[in-house]
């Protein structure tokens, strides 16, 4: 029998081998990445309720220079990065200000996409909005629920059933203790009523008064946050991505979920790499939405060249944790003076060139890229810094 969701499924790209080394989260090794001439990359996006902090700018900043990477070894890449715009914070905040969520969507979007740009991040090949996918989310879930991997309830709930799933617990390594505090910090209700486990999660909801609405198999309602992100990947990119990310907050319970939910769904791994970058803190506190410690980019790129605020999130390692420093910040917007004075100038230095390459193929190695670029720049070769400078994203 054809696994649950065929539909969804294709015929498996011939693989080469990339010229890079990256850390897989889900296995925990250092390998070389096995990629076709398309490298599809889905990267969680958004979920629109505030404005762009600085650890939203590293998420999107450190995955874009790996795109561009990428793109310069010769891969096409297809990019990937959704909205999630129906969401219990979204739905809260619009209950808070007295405001339809679809009008702090398009504000926050608006925001997060100026920001981007103004950071010289290249666009997703496609933005996928999680309400545009319901119908196809609401198929995954009979599907999973047709197949025994999930289970509904009288008042329209559905829940994915860990207890049954062969691949749940496989990629966070938490405890179960660790997973039921963390599970209810983000967002899951493991007291809730008729589950089959505390850590069984939602694929459908009924909607509350006033709430976005859609019509299903078990009544009115709308999706959890888990399946829409499964879906959108594998609408926009196959059964089996090549990278999928996002910061390492969403190890568990989301990307858990969508790992055992996308594997149960189509019967293929679902992600060949999974890459998770650092959280960013304020005075050593995680900056969050909910604390209010954050520093946001629009209020920096008042302040700073954007292209300083590119180079002070790159001097830091893709998949390290940091903390804001107001005197860092001020010594990259220096810095990034010098290479462009210094790109004023002719001049090729092929040893920082090989070390900026080896430190990119080395598990994008952005901070030791930039100091091969600084030692370019020192020397006067000018050639080698509008070079090295273009391939990590840099307009000088």
């Not at 076709?36 to 902090?53: E, L, M, N, S, W």
């Not at 090549?242 to 939910?261: R, T």
């Amino acid at each position: 029998m054809p696994p649950v969701g065929a539909e969804w499924a294709e015929p498996r790209l011939a693989l080469r081998w990339a010229l890079m080394e990256l850390v897989d989260t889900r296995s925990g090794t250092r390998r070389a990445l096995e990629a076709g001439p398309v490298v599809r990359v889905y990267v969680c996006g958004i979920t629109p309720y505030d404005a762009t902090h600085l650890g939203h700018a590293f998420t999107y900043v450190a995955f874009d220079a790996l795109i561009r990477y990428l793109e310069h070894l010769g891969h096409e890449v297809r990019y990937v990065r959704n909205v999630t715009d129906v969401d219990d914070d979204i739905l809260r905040k619009g209950r808070e200000l007295g405001e339809a969520p679809e009008s702090i969507t398009k504000r926050e979007v608006d925001r997060f996409t100026r920001d981007l740009i103004a950071l010289h991040c290249r666009p997703a090949d496609a933005e996928p909005y999680a309400t545009a996918y319901v119908p196809a989310m609401i198929r995954a879930a009979e599907a999973l629920v047709a197949d025994g991997s999930a289970y509904a309830l009288a008042d329209g709930r559905v829940y994915f059933d860990t207890g049954a799933s062969h691949c749940y617990g496989t990629f966070a390594k938490l405890t179960r203790a660790e997973r039921l505090e963390q599970f209810a910090e983000k967002g899951g209700d493991p007291e809730a009523p008729g589950k089959r486990d505390a850590l069984d999660f939602l694929l459908w909801q009924p909607s509350g008064a006033g709430e976005p609405s859609w019509e299903s198999p078990w009544g009115p309602g709308r999706p959890g946050w888990h399946i829409e992100c499964s879906v959108m990947a594998i609408e926009e990119l196959g059964p089996t991505i090549d990278i999928h990310g996002g910061g390492n907050d969403l190890e568990f319970p989301h990307h858990e979920a969508e790992l055992c939910q996308s594997e149960h769904l189509t019967g293929q791994e679902f992600s060949r790499f999974w890459l998770h970058t650092g959280m960013v803190a304020l005075d050593g506190v995680k900056m969050s939405k909910s604390l209010g410690n954050l520093v946001f980019v629009d209020e920096l790129r008042e302040r700073f060249d954007p292209m300083a605020v590119r180079r002070y999130l790159l001097q830091h390692h893709y998949r390290d944790g940091w903390s804001y420093d107001e005197a860092e910040m001020v010594e990259a917007a220096s810095a990034v003076k010098r290479w462009t004075e210094a790109a004023g100038a002719d001049g090729e230095d092929p040893a920082a060139a090989a070390r900026f390459h080896e430190a990119m193929r080395s598990d994008l190695d952005t901070p030791m890229a930039i100091a091969a670029l600084d030692a370019a720049a020192e020397a006067g070769a000018g050639t080698t810094v509008r070079e090295l400078a273009e391939v990590l994203g840099f307009v000088l």
